[in-house]
């Protein structure tokens, strides 16, 4: 079968790396990648949301199979571009139509469906810049800290937790009059503040049956001690010590199942991964947000520990077969730790030389931001390179991805010295 992923991400060199190893693999092809995922199959230098190219390259190439990365081209429609055209209606595509991509595209539309399927979550109101003084009348209501989440996609930039309620206000008006994050600002949900500690689960589904993937935890702050500006993630750990069985199973009763269920009952058809934010508040979980692909660098950690054919799962899912199948993990603990440009996640230089590479051992190199310039190995984003590896627990598999970071250098590396830390 040839497949063809979109992305170009940590999250992507993962999918890649795990789908070569299947027989059922005929060519791979990978819609932009990046440098490592150019050792697994053939790069394509065409943007995910350039359906029309994506179109070309699928009829081109035969391919039978199109896993979608990143949340953009989902929420954009690419699945619902696929089924409206006549040439492409019966390629198989992993992840969710455009209505239900809402699920990640539009917070209101999330929090909408948790209660109409009484899920879990914190309790909320949207507002407009129509009705900006209720918004402020409802801040009053809550205790600090004062948590604002612009409704649309704002690369992971769109939530606030603030302590103060004047500043609280002041930022409300900055979201919704000034558009602070843009259309995405147009509509901001405003919710009481959960306190606790953070987990991500995943699912692969066909919108009746699911497969769990292991849990994972991720750590989202550029600064030690989860100080500092929020980034797309600085390292991932998996599983997660805290969440025991008796823990799992309540995600899986009150929180999956229910998921999976509701989007029946909703008629909404839906053929990809879910994502789960959770929040451990006491012994209970909460929902803080969905999303409708694999987390990054969550997918670095998650994917290395599923041991079943991860190209087979795929295209049962596709195939809405997925009843038939059962997954396998690996038992070891997986860890990633994430060397970004220096700068990041503010403004950052790309192009600088990647040295030591071909000195790591023992751990798995996943590129997120890197491209080959006169057959070097050079930066091209804010996020680098994740360093997974293998240990009995989190803290030997942590060590090892510390050692083997010790041999590799770009010019203003940076990474965390503490993922893990509050484990």
Same mark, same amino acid.
């Given at each position: 079968?040839?497949?063809?992923?979109?992305?170009?991400?940590?999250?992507?060199? /993962?999918?890649?790396?795990?789908?070569?190893?299947?027989?059922?693999?005929?060519? !791979?092809?990978?819609?932009?990648?990046?440098?490592?995922?150019?050792?697994?199959?053939?790069?394509?230098?065409?943007?995910?949301?350039?359906?029309?190219?994506?179109?070309?390259?699928?009829?081109d190439h035969e391919i039978e199979l199109v896993?979608?990365?990143?949340?953009?081209?989902?929420?954009?429609?690419?699945?619902?571009?696929?089924?409206?055209?006549?040439?492409?209606?019966?390629?198989?595509?992993?992840?969710?139509?455009? $209505?239900?991509?809402?699920? #990640?595209?539009?917070?209101?539309?999330?929090?909408?469906?948790?209660?109409?399927?009484?899920?879990?979550?914190?309790? $909320?109101?949207?507002? %407009?810049?129509?009705?900006?003084?209720?918004? +402020?009348? +409802?801040?009053?209501?809550?205790?600090?800290? *004062?948590?604002?989440?612009?409704?649309?996609?704002?690369?992971?930039?769109? =939530?606030?937790?603030?302590?103060?309620?004047?500043?609280?206000?002041?930022?409300?008006?900055?979201?919704?009059?000034?558009?602070?994050?843009?259309?995405?600002?147009?509509? =901001?949900?405003?919710? #009481? +503040?959960?306190?606790?500690?953070?987990?991500?689960?995943?699912?692969?589904?066909?919108?009746?049956? *699911?497969?769990?993937?292991?849990?994972?935890?991720?750590?989202?702050?550029?600064?030690?001690?989860?100080?500092?500006?929020?980034?797309?993630?600085?390292?991932?750990?998996?599983?997660?010590?805290?969440?025991?069985?008796?823990?799992?199973?309540?995600?899986?009763?009150?929180?999956?199942?229910?998921?999976?269920?509701?989007?029946?009952?909703?008629?909404?058809?839906?053929?990809?991964?879910? +994502?789960?934010?959770?929040?451990?508040?006491?012994?209970?979980?909460?929902?803080?947000? $969905?999303?409708?692909?694999?987390?990054?660098?969550?997918? #670095?950690?998650?994917?290395?520990?599923?041991?079943s054919d991860f190209l087979e799962l795929l295209?049962?899912?596709?195939?809405?077969?997925?009843?038939?199948?059962?997954?396998?993990?690996?038992? #070891?603990?997986?860890?990633?730790?994430?060397?970004?440009?220096?700068?990041?996640?503010?403004? *950052?230089?790309?192009?600088?030389?990647? $040295?030591?590479?071909?000195?790591?051992?023992?751990?798995?190199?996943?590129?997120?931001?890197?491209?080959?310039?006169?057959?070097?190995?050079?930066?091209?984003?804010?996020?680098?390179? /994740?360093? %997974?590896?293998?240990? %009995?627990?989190?803290?030997?598999? !942590?060590?090892?991805?510390?050692?083997?970071?010790?041999?590799?250098?770009?010019?203003?590396?940076?990474?965390?010295?503490?993922?893990?830390?509050?484990?």
């Amino acid at each position: 079968m040839n497949v063809l992923i979109l992305g170009s991400g940590g999250r992507e060199h /993962a999918m890649a790396w795990k789908i070569a190893q299947s027989d059922l693999l005929t060519q !791979l092809f990978i819609a932009p990648g990046n440098e490592g995922t150019d050792q697994l199959g053939v790069n394509i230098k065409i943007q995910p949301t350039d359906f029309e190219s994506v179109k070309e390259l699928v009829l081109d190439h035969e391919i039978e199979l199109v896993v979608v990365g990143p949340e953009d081209p989902l929420v954009k429609g690419i699945h619902d571009f696929f089924l409206n055209d006549s040439e492409l209606k019966n390629v198989a595509v992993i992840g969710p139509q455009k $209505y239900a991509a809402q699920l #990640e595209g539009s917070k209101e539309f999330a929090k909408e469906f948790m209660v109409r399927h009484t899920i879990p979550t914190a309790a $909320y109101k949207s507002f %407009t810049k129509n009705n900006l003084e209720e918004g +402020f009348q +409802f801040l009053q209501t809550l205790n600090p800290p *004062y948590v604002l989440k612009a409704d649309g996609l704002a690369q992971g930039k769109g =939530v606030l937790i603030l302590n103060d309620l004047q500043e609280a206000k002041d930022e409300l008006k900055e979201m919704l009059a000034n558009e602070k994050f843009g259309t995405a600002s147009s509509k =901001v949900v405003i919710e #009481e +503040f959960l306190d606790g500690i953070e987990l991500s689960c995943f699912v692969l589904t066909d919108g009746k049956s *699911y497969v769990n993937f292991p849990n994972a935890k991720d750590y989202k702050r550029i600064g030690e001690g989860d100080k500092g500006l929020n980034t797309g993630g600085m390292g991932a750990v998996s599983p997660v010590p805290f969440a025991d069985e008796v823990f799992m199973d309540k995600i899986e009763k009150q929180v999956i199942k229910p998921t999976v269920e509701g989007l029946q009952k909703d008629n909404i058809p839906y053929k990809g991964f879910i +994502f789960f934010g959770i929040i451990k508040v006491g012994d209970e979980p909460k929902v803080i947000e $969905y999303n409708c692909r694999m987390g990054d660098p969550e997918s #670095e950690v998650v994917i290395p520990r599923i041991k079943s054919d991860f190209l087979e799962l795929l295209i049962a899912a596709g195939e809405s077969e997925l009843h038939t199948k059962t997954i396998e993990f690996v038992p #070891e603990s997986a860890c990633a730790v994430m060397l970004v440009s220096g700068g990041y996640p503010e403004s *950052y230089e790309k192009g600088k030389v990647i $040295y030591g590479l071909d000195k790591v051992e023992g751990s798995i190199v996943f590129h997120a931001g890197t491209t080959n310039k006169n057959n070097e190995v050079v930066t091209n984003g804010g996020r680098v390179l /994740a360093i %997974t590896s293998y240990g %009995t627990d989190f803290k030997q598999a !942590l060590k090892k991805s510390y050692q083997n970071i010790e041999k590799i250098s770009f010019e203003k590396m940076n990474f965390r010295k503490d993922i893990g830390f509050d484990l």
